[in-house]
């Protein structure tokens, strides 16, 4: 598989890390995430929606309606390799104890409510999506943008997600899986300044970063080829 796509802003929000100087120095010196730094204020999320979203749809959110102010998006892709998976949790402890579900927990426990959340706090009836294809759910979610791209959509936003992960799942979880919230946006256009091959050859072992972190990384680093690792195949960038 071959495609190509130019990326026109970003933005993303991660432990310790959301003015663009700080994602460009921890690119530089390729820092480890501290998971117990401190996340930004949110500063374009209204107060009662952030209260009822998750911890990883509140920073898709906000990414995305920051994106939205700076751009005219004909169409927008949210993509979580794990979604709603702490409501989820929720939901099925109260019913395995009996316990009442939180009516919260039933209405936004589905893939695409982060993206609902976007376009409805946004008041934009814009097209929209959700993805989730496990390790591989960011660079498949790049598949999805060049065929909306195709489609004729002119400018498209991807926003990349997770929240944190219950912890009744880790002890099922590979050590070096990422346990804590996060998001990367992405708005991108059709080109060719970004150019990607997959090769069949898959990950040994989880990464210490998500597919979306891993390539903004090296995007800041302005390194003319790098490789994303995935489940079965290997996704190689060039410049």
């Known amino acids: 598989m071959k495609f190509a796509l130019n990326i026109i802003d970003w933005q993303a929000i991660a432990p310790g890390l959301s003015e663009t100087a700080q994602w460009h120095e921890w690119a530089r010196f390729s820092h480890a995430i501290n998971p117990d730094a401190p996340y930004t204020r949110l500063s374009e999320l209204p107060m009662m929606t952030a209260r009822r979203l998750s911890s990883g749809s509140k920073l898709a959110v906000e990414c995305g ?43 936004l426990s589905v893939h695409n409510s982060a993206v609902g959340s976007l376009t409805i706090t946004a008041k934009k009836p814009i097209v929209s999506s959700s993805l989730s294809a496990g390790q591989d759910t960011f660079q498949q979610g790049l598949c999805e943008i060049i065929g909306l791209l195709q489609a004729g959509y002119r400018r498209v936003l991807m926003v990349d997600f997770d929240g944190f992960i219950p912890e009744f799942y880790h002890p099922r979880l590979p050590p070096e899986m990422p346990l804590w919230p996060f998001a990367v946006a992405l708005v991108i256009e059709s080109g060719n300044t970004l150019q990607c091959e997959t090769h069949p050859k898959g990950a040994k072992s989880e990464s210490t970063l998500p597919q979306s972190l891993f390539f903004l990384q090296h995007y800041l680093q302005n390194t003319d080829t790098f490789t994303v690792p995935g489940e079965r195949m290997q996704w190689q960038w060039k410049r």
């Open 65 to 107: 309606l920051a994106m939205l102010k700076r751009h005219e998006i004909d169409a927008v892709l949210y993509t979580s390799r794990h979604g709603e998976l702490e409501r989820n949790y929720r939901i099925l402890h109260a019913l395995a104890t009996e316990q009442s579900v939180s009516p919260t927990d039933f209405a």
